[in-house]
T-cell receptor, first 115, second 110 residues
Framework: GAGVSQSPSNKVTEKGKDVELRCDPI?????LYWYRQSLGQGLEFLIY????????KSGLPSDRFSAERTGGSVSTLTIQRTQQEDSAVYLC?????????????FGSGTRLTVV | GENVEQHPSTLSVQEGDSAVIKCTYS??????FPWYKQELGKGPQLIID?????GEKKDQRIAVTLNKTAKHFSLHITETQPEDSAVYFC?????????FGDGTTLTVKP
């Protein structure tokens, strides 16, 4: 597609439920990133995928968070047993390549609210 | 790992004035420095970038400077307009992921 597409745009869930957030990157972009942005805060790195390489999971805050990328395209971020502190905007970005000199194209994000 | 500091956190200017946002980074291996603009309810958008073999880059009213020795880089916006009001993020990248500053909320008063 023309841009990075994220769904849903908004998600309200009850504490303890599992949620799945979807990201559809720009066609041909080999790198895909997930970041989290809490209200009024900066961008916290979660995980990134590059081609068929093992993902860099170093930013995942706990083992309740996981992500996969199928067929080198669409990615799903799963949060199990959601907690109130998980409330944030989850941003997905894609890049032509993971190397330096390649900037990101971000989606509009999924606003997650845990009640 | 990389650490990026950004100042100021908020900046208010009169329309037509200039705005400057500054960032420092810690990892000397970083060699790509993008700037992103985030409007309310949207994801950040890349507005300009600079690579480590370049000291300055300009695109119309925005410019970015880089001092690799001092490990700092800056965004300059001239002749500011109300539509420049947004949150601006700097970032540093060597390989893999970018590390972002905490953002600067720029308000341009008409």
């Amino acid at each position: 597609g023309a841009g990075v597409s994220q769904s849903p745009s908004n998600k309200v869930t009850e504490k303890g439920k599992d949620v799945e957030l979807r990201c559809d990157p720009i066609s041909g972009h080999t790198a895909l990133y997930w970041y989290r942005q809490s209200l009024g805060q900066g961008l916290e790195f979660l995980i990134y995928f590059q081609g068929n390489s093992a993902p860099d999971k170093s930013g995942l805050p706990s083992d309740r968070f996981s992500a996969e990328r199928t067929g080198g395209s669409v990615s799903t971020l799963t949060i199990q047993r959601t907690q109130q502190e998980d409330s944030a905007v989850y941003l997905c970005a894609s890049s032509l390549y993971q190397g330096a000199n390649y900037g990101y194209t971000f989606g509009s994000g999924t606003r997650l609210t845990v009640v | 790992g990389e650490n990026v500091e950004q100042h100021p956190s908020t900046l208010s200017v009169q329309e037509g004035d200039s705005a400057v946002i500054k960032c420092t980074y810690s990892d000397s291996a970083s060699n790509y420095f993008p700037w992103y603009k985030q409007e309310l309810g949207k994801g950040p958008q890349l507005i300009i970038d600079i690579r480590s073999n370049v000291g300055e880059k300009k695109d119309q009213r925005i410019a970015v400077t880089l001092n690799k020795t001092a490990k700092h880089f800056s965004l300059h916006i001239t002749e500011t307009q109300p539509e420049d009001s947004a949150v601006y993020f700097c970032a540093a990248k060597s390989w893999g992921k970018s590390t972002f500053g905490d953002g600067t909320t720029l308000t341009v008063k008409p």
